[in-house]
Every structure is written in structure tokens, then in C-alpha cells.
């Protein structure tokens, strides 16, 4: 069964180092997301992606956010300047769109990157 | 302020017996809840959704109830089994998928 899958599975990061977060969405499907969940609180929406560009995004996602698809495969999340509240698990999620006719709601969640800045 | 809470951080029950898991909203304007489930160091895999036009979905042993004019949506799960336990998040999204708001969570632990 197709899966997302999600790079490196832990990152170690020092505060103010850029870091590069990789996704892999399932191969035909056209909406990506990135969502971020600090140990012990619940899960936030960061931001969607739809056909190259951003289509929503949250309060968090700041300018020292970026996302982008740059060969077709991969969907990346980097963040330019990390600061220590930035460390949280980070998970990847994709969406087909439509299924037949129908749009589909259904996220298809990666494992997750744990990103610590100290 | 929450748009989406979920006022039980846990619950437990019994194998065999019926769960339900609450969560209450305060946006109208989305048109799609979702339930999600997690197990710890895995991301959150999608259960069953329901659409705003609807009152309740079925799928196997998950029923989806949506009380629009109370603003509330609860999952039932019946019978309970103990691959159950796991984090449950409901959330709301809009009709494009644009974005979607999760619910804080209830860790659900089903008893042997």
C-alpha cells in the first residue's frame, strides 16, 4: 500500500541553523500539508499546497518558513532560522483530491521528523 | 481560543464495550469532520469523516454522529478492542481541503 514517507526520522538541530524537513506524498496525489505537534499539546496545521503554491496557511507558519516541491516528489519544509520552540514532531500529509467524482478528504499522514533545537 | 476541543484528554473502557469520544466546535462554516487516530511515534491515520450535510456515518465498527445545531461530533466505536488504544483527534476542514483544524485529542485506552 503507498505511503508517505518522511526524512530524516529525528533531526538535532543548534538554535539559528537552517533545517531542511523531506517529505515523499503518495505518488498521485495532488494536495500536500505540513503539520507540527509539540510534545504534549495537539496537533496544528501549518500550511496546504496545491499545484505549486501555497493555498493555505497558518498563524505559525512565519517567514521563517518555506515550503517547496522541487522535482515533482519530493515536498519539502524548511525552516531558515530555528529557535528552541521550533522542536516538535513535524508530519508530512498528503491528499488525492478526488476520488472518481468525488473530492476526498482523507489526509494520509507520514511518520513524522522529530526536530530538536538546542 | 479552540476551535475545536475535545474536553476529555481520556477515557477508558472495557474490551467489548462501547466507546465514545466527544468533541465540540465553534466554527460553522467548515463542512467536513474527521476522525484520526494515533499510535505513539506513528502520524495520525484517518478513520472515518463525516459531511456537514449528514447526521451520522457508519464504518464497520465506527459510527460518526454530527449534532450541527449543538456543534458536536462523537465517535462510537463498538465493540472496543484493545488495538483500539490510541490518541483520537477529531477535526474540521473545509469543502477544498485547504486546511484543516485538529482537536486537542483523547488518549483512549480499552481494557482487556
Known amino acids: 500500500e503507498p505511503e508517505v514517507t518522511q526524512t530524516p526520522s529525528h533531526q538535532v538541530t543548534q538554535m539559528g541553523q537552517e533545517v531542511i524537513l523531506r517529505c515523499v506524498p503518495i505518488?498521485?496525489?495532488?494536495?500536500f500539508y505540513w503539520y507540527r505537534q509539540i510534545l504534549g499539546q495537539k496537533v496544528e496545521f501549518l500550511v496546504s499546497?496545491?499545484?505549486?503554491?501555497?493555498?493555505?496557511k497558518s498563524e505559525i507558519f512565519d517567514d521563517q518558513f518555506s515550503v517547496e516541491r522541487p522535482d515533482g516528489s519530493n515536498f519539502t519544509l524548511k525552516i531558515r532560522s530555528t529557535k528552541l520552540e521550533d522542536s516538535a514532531m513535524y508530519f508530512c500529509?498528503?491528499?488525492?483530491?478526488?476520488?472518481?467524482?468525488?473530492?476526498?478528504?482523507?489526509?494520509?499522514f507520514g511518520p513524522g521528523t522529530r526536530l530538536t533545537v538546542l | 481560543d479552540q476551535q475545536v476541543k475535545q474536553n476529555s484528554p481520556s477515557l477508558s473502557v472495557q474490551e467489548g464495550r462501547i466507546s465514545i469520544l466527544n468533541c465540540d466546535y465553534t466554527?460553522?462554516?467548515?463542512?467536513?469532520f474527521l476522525w484520526y487516530k494515533k499510535y505513539p511515534a506513528e502520524g495520525p491515520t484517518f478513520l472515518i469523516s463525516?459531511?456537514?450535510?449528514?447526521d451520522k456515518n457508519e464504518d464497520g465498527r465506527f459510527t460518526v454522529f454530527l449534532n450541527k445545531s449543538a456543534k458536536h461530533l462523537s465517535l462510537h466505536i463498538v465493540p472496543s478492542q484493545p488495538g483500539d488504544s490510541a490518541v483520537y483527534f477529531c477535526?474540521?476542514?473545509?469543502?477544498?481541503?485547504?486546511?484543516?483544524?485538529f482537536g486537542p485529542g483523547t488518549r483512549l485506552s480499552v481494557l482487556p
Open positions: 499546497f496545491y499545484n505549486n503554491e501555497i493555498s493555505e
Open positions: 500529509a498528503s491528499r488525492l483530491l478526488l476520488a472518481g467524482a468525488i473530492v476526498s478528504h482523507e489526509q494520509f
Open positions: 505518488s498521485n496525489h495532488l494536495y
Open positions: 477535526a474540521e476542514g473545509d469543502n477544498y481541503g485547504q486546511n484543516f483544524v
Open positions: 463525516i459531511s456537514s450535510i449528514k
Open positions: 466554527n460553522s462554516m467548515f463542512d467536513y
